[in-house]
Nanobody, 125 residues
Framework: QVQLVESGGGEVQIGESLRLSCTAS????????????MSWYRQVLGGNQRDLVA????????DVSDSVKGRFTIARGDVENSVVLQMANLRSEDTGTYFC??????????????WGQGVQVTVSS
């Protein structure tokens, strides 16, 4: 079973920083022995859509959305199968529930995305 543990959410003031961490426990039957990608998504209160914020891709490629470019960075964590989202200069519009997702391909060639429970980030003035 794939499980994700997220941490680091909280309430901060505009302009402050937060660091979100996500660690995935992966089964042994994964092609390439590593996740295809690990990402963070944001869902606003009352919304149904989860917007992609940042992704780490196998091969150590990363990408962030235009709305957070220059403020957020994503990187592989020190712990195996983990990613860290460093958020700086936070704005009120960054408020939401942040979900970690891991994209893996099983040995059966089944490709699936697994989700964490989400952590709340609140940016207030």
């Amino acid at each position: 079973q794939v499980q994700l543990v997220e941490s680091g959410g909280g309430e901060v003031q505009i302009g402050e920083s937060l660091r979100l961490s996500c660690t995935a426990s992966l089964p042994g039957d994964i092609l390439s022995g590593d996740a295809n990608a690990m990402s963070w998504y944001r869902q606003v209160l009352g919304g149904n859509q989860r917007d992609l914020v940042a992704s780490w891709y196998r091969g150590d490629f990363t990408d962030v959305s235009d709305s957070v470019k220059g403020r957020f960075t994503i990187a592989r964590g020190d712990v195996e199968n983990s990613v860290v989202l460093q958020m700086a200069n936070l704005r009120s519009e960054d408020t939401g529930t942040y979900f970690c997702a891991v994209d893996i391909t099983h040995a059966s060639y089944l490709r699936k995305v697994y989700w964490g429970q989400g952590v709340q980030v609140t940016v207030s003035s």
